[in-house]
């Protein structure tokens, strides 16, 4: 199977498709022959998003929200191959300074969107498939002032373990990758001391996303793939 066409004809979601990983990713699985389908919030997301007229774009999904998530991932036609889950959000700050809401935002946009994404493409693979999260390098490798982050991007990590075992006889393979700070114009601008050529690209990180979902991932399942760069 040619590279270029490792995903001809295969369906696959994308949950947070028009930020800084989900361009490289959607690239990569575009130039792979991949049917993208990814679910947008606000219209303003597909502002400049370079692959508008190349994907399917539900707008208004709500991925913390049940029913808003399961009628996204109902609204994809034909049979799911591949769900990679992007979506999620960031802060630090120390633990005496962190609110309930603080954490719970957290929760929300780093577990429940990943726990109701990963139901409902596990409800919509009638076979073999492949699902991917995203935690981070802070969940298993202990970082100080950012705890809510890290415990919910250890409880993905868990989530990830877990369900890889509930679904191992289906011939679903579920993994995450696992990334250090990515080299992105944010996160340069918000360090700008750093040694930003020790950071992994977005790129880097989709590649090994790319592989983790495709059919070519013969026997990778359970893992927490780490993408560290130099870091």
């Known amino acids: 199977m040619s590279h270029t066409s490792e995903f001809e004809g295969q369906h696959v979601v994308v949950t947070g498709g028009t ?19 990814i679910p947008v919030m606000f219209p303003r997301e597909l502002e400049g998003f370079p692959y508008v007229k190349q994907v399917h774009a539900v707008e208004g999904v709500d991925l913390r929200d049940e029913a808003s998530c399961a009628a996204f991932f109902g609204s994809v036609e034909g049979p799911l191959y591949a769900s990679i889950h992007l979506a999620g959000g960031f802060s630090m700050a120390p633990i005496e300074d962190t609110s ?7 929760v929300d946009l780093n577990l429940t969107t990943c726990f109701l994404s990963c139901r409902e493409a596990v409800r919509c693979m009638s076979g073999e498939g492949r699902i991917v999260n995203v935690a981070a390098k802070p969940a298993l490798v202990p970082t100080g002032g950012l705890v809510a982050y890290s415990l919910t991007k250890a409880a993905v990590a868990g989530l990830t373990l877990s369900l890889a075992e ?5 011939g679903i393979w579920v993994n995450a990758v696992v990334p250090s700070t990515m080299n992105t114009p944010a996160n340069v601008a918000s360090m700008p001391d750093a040694d930003h050529g020790a950071w992994p690209t977005t790129d880097d990180v989709a590649a090994t996303i790319a592989f983790l979902a495709s059919p070519s991932n013969r026997s990778t399942r359970g893992a927490l793939v780490p993408v560290y760069g130099r870091t």
Do not use: F, I, N, P
């Not at 309930?100 to 957290?106: C, F, M, P, T």
């Open 100 to 106: 309930v809401a603080d954490y719970q935002k957290l």
């Open 166 to 170: 509930e679904v191992r006889e289906r």
């Open 19 to 37: 930020g800084a990983l989900g361009r490289s990713v959607v690239g990569a699985l575009l130039t792979r022959g991949a049917q993208v389908h």
